[in-house]
């Protein structure tokens, strides 16, 4: 059974849906970590510098030919990510019980 189904079923359940992934992720460093998979070609990060990654707006080209693509590409992405966002409103307020306008 699907997380979200469960999820939707069993309202107290309502938060596995959204901690699914990170349960993944643990999961497998788990079993890279315990089957030893760096013996046999994984790469394991061993140390991690960590702060904010330079600014890189001195190597930004606005005269690229593949400008335009780049610019369809954002929209397309910002698109998903408002659409994704909506979703997971609607999914909390519909557990709080909001009526919604579609």
């Known amino acids: 059974m699907e997380s979200h189904s469960m999820g939707k079923k069993k309202k ?6 959204a901690i699914s992934p990170v349960i993944s992720v643990i999961i497998s ?9 760096d013996e046999h070609g994984v790469k394991i990060i061993r140390l991690f510098k960590g702060g904010l ?6 190597q930004s080209e606005f005269n690229s030919p593949h400008l335009s693509e780049l610019a369809k590409i954002g929209f397309i992405c ?3 990510a408002l659409t994704e966002a909506v979703a997971v409103g609607r999914s909390f307020a519909s557990i709080k019980g909001y009526n919604l306008v579609t």
């Open 12 to 17: 107290k359940l309502f938060w596995l849906p």
């Open 29 to 37: 460093t788990l079993i890279v970590y315990l089957t030893r998979a």
């Open 53 to 58: 990654n330079p600014s890189s707006l001195n």
């Open 78 to 80: 910002a698109i998903i």
